[in-house]
C-alpha cells in the first residue's frame, strides 16, 4: 500500500542554519504531496504541496520538490528561525477519496 | 473564515466507558474526515464522508467506533466501550471536495486519555 517514511527527529538546530527535512514515498498512481507543521498546543496547517512532478511547493520561506524519479519530497529552508520549532509531517494524497497517508513526523527545535 | 471546530479538547475515561466527540466544519466544505494520532505517530484516516454519506471506513474499528454526520454538516465520531489503546488526539479535518489536490484543514483535535 501508499506510505510515507520521513527522517527520524529530533532535528535540532541553531537559529539561522539550513534545515532539510528528508520525505519518501511508495504510491501507486499519481499522488498530491504536502507537508504540514504543527506547532506546540496547535492543530495541524497545511505549510505547502505539489500536484505533479517537478512542481516546487513554498511558504514562508520553505520549499519542496516534488521528484517523481527519486519518490521524494525533501521540505528545505534557508534559514530557520527560532519560531520554526514544530513538527513537520509529510504526506501523500492518492486514490479517488483524497485520503492523506502521514510520515511519522519530524520534530524540530531550533534555538538562538 | 471560521476554522474546523472540535469539542472537547480534552477528555479523560476509565476504559470500557463511552465517549463522543465532535465536528463542525468549515463552512461549505463537503468532505469531512476524522484522523486518529497516537503519540509519536502520524494521524491515521479513521472515517470519510462525502456530504453525509460513507466514502471510506476501512480503518474504522466498527466493533467498537462509529461516526455520523447528519445533514451532511456537523459530525459525532464514538468510541463504545474504550480501550486503553484508544488513547490518542482524534483530528477533525475538511476539505471543499474530494480530489488529490483539495487541501484539508484540521481543527485543534481532542485529546482522549484512557485510564
Known amino acids: 500500500g501508499d506510505s510515507v517514511t520521513q527522517m527520524e527527529g529530533p532535528v535540532t538546530l541553531s537559529e539561522e542554519a539550513f534545515l532539510t527535512i528528508n520525505c519518501t514515498y511508495t504510491a501507486t498512481g499519481y499522488p498530491s504531496l504536502f507537508w504540514y507543521v504543527q506547532y506546540p498546543g496547535e492543530g495541524l496547517q497545511l505549510l505547502l504541496k505539489?500536484?505533479?512532478?517537478?512542481d516546487k511547493g513554498s511558504n514562508k520561506g520553505f520549499e519542496a520538490t516534488y521528484r517523481k524519479e527519486t519518490t521524494s519530497f525533501h521540505l528545505e529552508k534557508g534559514s530557520v528561525q527560532v519560531s520554526d520549532s514544530a513538527v513537520y509531517f509529510c504526506?501523500?494524497?492518492?486514490?479517488?477519496?483524497?485520503?492523506?497517508?502521514f510520515g511519522a513526523g519530524t520534530r524540530l527545535a531550533v534555538h538562538p | 473564515e471560521a476554522g474546523v471546530a472540535q469539542s472537547p479538547r480534552y477528555k479523560i475515561i476509565e476504559k470500557r466507558q463511552s465517549v463522543a466527540f465532535w465536528c463542525n466544519p468549515i463552512s461549505g466544505h463537503a468532505t469531512l474526515y476524522w484522523y486518529q494520532q497516537i503519540l509519536g505517530q502520524g494521524p491515521k484516516l479513521l472515517i470519510q464522508f462525502q456530504n453525509n454519506g460513507v466514502v471510506d471506513d476501512s480503518q474504522l474499528p466498527k466493533d467498537r467506533f462509529s461516526a455520523e454526520r447528519l445533514k451532511g454538516v456537523d459530525s459525532t465520531l464514538k468510541i463504545q466501550p474504550a480501550k486503553l489503546e484508544d488513547s490518542a488526539v482524534y483530528l477533525c479535518?475538511?476539505?471543499?471536495?474530494?480530489?488529490?489536490?483539495?487541501?484539508?484543514?484540521f481543527g485543534p483535535g481532542t485529546r482522549l486519555l484512557v485510564l
Open positions: 505539489a500536484t505533479k512532478a517537478d
Open positions: 479535518a475538511s476539505s471543499l471536495a474530494a480530489g488529490v489536490q483539495e487541501t484539508q484543514y
Open positions: 504526506a501523500l494524497a492518492s486514490g479517488g477519496y483524497n485520503k492523506l497517508i
